[in-house]
């Protein structure tokens, strides 16, 4: 027994020395994994420590505490006490590099200032650790130490045994991707400023006619006044009156130019609005086309519609295209008796308010009507094909569609859905 010591002493050596090795083996690669798939990743990846934050929800869940969201929104607080139960583990080099830090000990010092709490993000990931959820995701802009600011899209990867002491965040920058979209609003916006100032062209008869009439008043106007106190014996109440019509003449020319000047404003901005005032408006805009073209337009608006939340010259701009195309139309079609109806009502169900515009014109055609949104088409021999387009445009990006229903010799009907101002619900 004695003789065989050395021999296991020796056998336990290098069983040690094996496991000694396997280890630093082990270790070796976990660096080298860890080194390839975090520290040099080129996605900025961020791992943080939530566990407290989960003993804080246990808590609340034992308070009765469900609806965290709520439960937020009603104790701002605790967003701002959110670092109490939080932590910054690591951060890859690529956030570093993001945030414009030296090295990760410089990370943990601005860390606190550059990554406030956040309440969309914690809202997010506490509702997905009180569900048991793996993921959560999001957008938020990120601070750089050079004052940059970047947007991106967030995502959690949350264990799945629950255990919120490594949650890995990765964060994807999207500054390309905004500013793409940004041109691309900006495009829409100078293409349907183009369409305004040629609606304006098309209507440029009607304006001239709505801008000549008070003018041409306040001339007549003008001449009976100085007749009325040239007299022997002056009239002053009649030269009032007539003072009066000038005053009554120059602010009807004056809200011509500034409906005009309003439809060719270039920003486009959402407000709160009535439905009922905002058709009421643009048919304004064309009342004296509508006397061109011999049309009659009745409107046909549902009483107390709720509020509704748009950009009123767009919509305005959407009301007036297919209102002309209408007369247009008829007016080809050398119709005897050309009406054009608006109809608006509410659509809950639709969760906004319907807007119709028919006409008792020609209609369209099968082939017609199935390219009737394709870009360049038109029926008219003068047309750019782009009037249709640029208003399914603006209602696509108020949320809703633009849809149209013909029958040859009955007439067209366009129909789209205008939002309502949800605040207005709250």
């Not at 004695?2 to 690669?29: E, H, M, N, Y």
């Not at 767009?314 to 008796?337: D, F, G, H, R, W």
Request: charged share 25%; proline share 4%; aromatic share 6%.
């Amino acid at each position: 027994m004695t003789q065989d010591l050395p021999t296991l002493i020796l056998a336990a050596g290098v069983s040690l020395c094996v496991f000694a090795g396997l280890l630093v083996s082990c270790f070796q690669r976990y660096r080298a994994f860890r080194r390839a798939y975090f520290d040099d990743a080129p996605i900025p990846m961020l791992i943080e420590d939530w566990s407290g934050v989960r003993s804080f929800l246990a808590a609340l869940r034992a308070k009765g505490v469900t609806d965290v969201v709520a439960h937020l929104q009603a104790h701002p607080d605790l967003v701002r006490d959110h670092r109490r139960y939080h932590r910054f583990v690591d951060a890859n080099d690529a956030v570093l590099r993001l945030l414009g830090a030296r090295d990760k000990v410089h990370f943990q010092e601005i860390a606190p200032q550059l990554l406030p709490a956040n309440r969309e993000i914690i809202t997010r990931v506490y509702q997905a650790l009180l569900d048991g959820k793996v993921s959560a995701q999001g957008e938020r802009l990120l601070h750089t130490i050079d004052g940059r600011v970047v947007p991106v899209i967030w995502r959690a990867t949350l264990p799945s045994s629950g255990d919120a002491r490594r949650i890995l965040f990765y964060a994807f920058d999207v500054s390309d991707q905004k500013r793409a979209q940004e041109m691309v609003l900006n495009a829409r916006g100078d293409l349907a400023h183009a369409a305004r100032v040629s609606t304006v062209g098309e209507l440029s008869a009607s304006i001239a006619h709505d801008v000549a009439q008070p003018i041409a008043a306040i001339a007549a106007s003008a001449v009976a006044a100085e007749q009325w106190l040239l007299r022997a014996e002056p009239s002053t109440d009649r030269a009032l009156n007539a003072l009066y019509q000038i005053r009554r003449n120059a602010q009807r020319a004056s809200d011509v130019v500034g409906r005009i000047k309003t439809f060719l404003r270039k920003a486009p901005k959402r407000t709160t609005t009535s439905a009922d005032a905002l058709v009421k408006d643009a048919l304004a805009l064309i009342d004296s086309e509508a006397h061109l073209y011999d049309v009659t337009i009745r409107t046909l608006i549902e009483a107390d519609l709720p509020a509704v939340r748009v950009d009123e010259v767009e919509i305005k701009q959407v009301i007036l295209n297919l209102a002309l195309n209408a007369m247009q139309a008829m007016a080809q079609a050398q119709m005897s008796e050309r009406v054009v109806t608006v109809a608006v009502c509410d659509k809950e169900r639709d969760g906004g308010v319907e807007v119709q515009i028919r006409d008792n014109g020609p209609g369209m055609s099968e082939e017609t009507l199935s390219r009737i949104f394709e870009p360049f088409f038109s029926t008219k021999e003068d047309g750019m094909g782009l009037g249709l387009v640029i208003c399914k445009s603006i209602i696509n990006s108020h949320g809703g569609d633009l849809s149209v229903v013909s029958v040859e010799k009955l007439g067209t009907i366009f129909r789209f859905i205008l939002p309502y101002d949800r605040q207005m619900f709250r």
